[in-house]
């Protein structure tokens, strides 16, 4: 393939206020290019996840989205698919309706509008009940948590293959320092309530064993959502805060409507335009 001038963006998702967010990039016309093509540009811009913006195969999308961590392609990740709805917006990508139809791996995903702010639907869970005693151990013990720790604790994956510990607290939750080598998979969040009286319903940490913390998770606060509002802790409308310990503000607001479906977003800020030649 000859490398041509391709549109480019880069988001930041969640912030409470600019660069205060989870960014991702967008690379808003990928035709043509390979899957090695797209890991490569992944890879360089070295960020969570950038998006890939292909022609719609499903006529009921507005377009379709290719997510890649630096590593691999996921069928779905929450920021990214804000981001992407975000550029295609911005860029002045057609739309069908009032919504915006994103097509990926976990199948359509509808994007809400409402002033600055964008939320996705969240897409069913395909994990879900407790870990594994050994498995849940294996977590704990690379957090530097004992047994006593964790309250409770489950799988809540809708694509990338998150679980979570309750630790009952904000406080228990910033107070974790991974040890990323001991972790027995990929990905693992913390959640502990804020003080009665707060802003926040509770802060959130999601932790990736190649060795970084999420700064803010949408597919986590997706799933997380779900299964505290299973298990009767928060009601909604509520707001979940992420990313304190890497210097970051996120905040996800959680919204139900009037036919059950539960809604994840947040601000959502094009802060580069550009082009990238690939």
Known sequence: M??????????????????????????LDASGMSDADMQAVAAWTNLSETVFILPATDPGADYRA????????????????????????????PVSGADVIQE????????????????????PLVRT???????????????????LDVQAHGWVDNGPGWCVLDLGSAEAVLAVEPDY??????????????????????????????????????????GLAQWMLDRDLVQTPFTAHQGTRVGRDGVVRIDR??????????????????????
């Open 2 to 27: 000859t490398p041509r001038s391709r549109a480019f963006a880069q988001v930041d998702v969640f912030g409470a206020a600019p660069f205060r967010g989870n960014p991702v990039a967008v690379v």
């Open 66 to 93: 290719r997510i890649f961590t630096p590593h691999t392609e996921l069928p779905f990740a929450g920021h990214p698919t804000l981001g992407a709805a975000a550029a295609w917006l911005d860029a002045g990508g």
């Open 104 to 123: 990926c791996g976990a199948g359509l995903v509808r994007v809400r509008r409402d002033e600055n702010a964008l939320a996705f639907a969240a897409p």
């Open 129 to 147: 009940g407790a870990l594994e005693t050994r498995e849940m151990f294996g977590y704990a013990t690379s957090l530097g948590l004992t047994l």
């Open 181 to 222: 080598q001991a972790m027995p998979g990929a990905k693992v969040a913390v959640v502990g309530a804020c003080p009665p009286g707060s802003e926040h319903a509770y802060e959130v940490r999601a932790f990736v064993a190649a060795g970084y913390e999420d700064p803010v998770t949408g597919s986590l606060n997706a």
């Open 257 to 278: 409507d009037d036919d059950g479906a539960l809604w994840v977003g947040g601000s959502v800020r094009v802060l580069e335009r550009g082009t990238i030649r690939v």
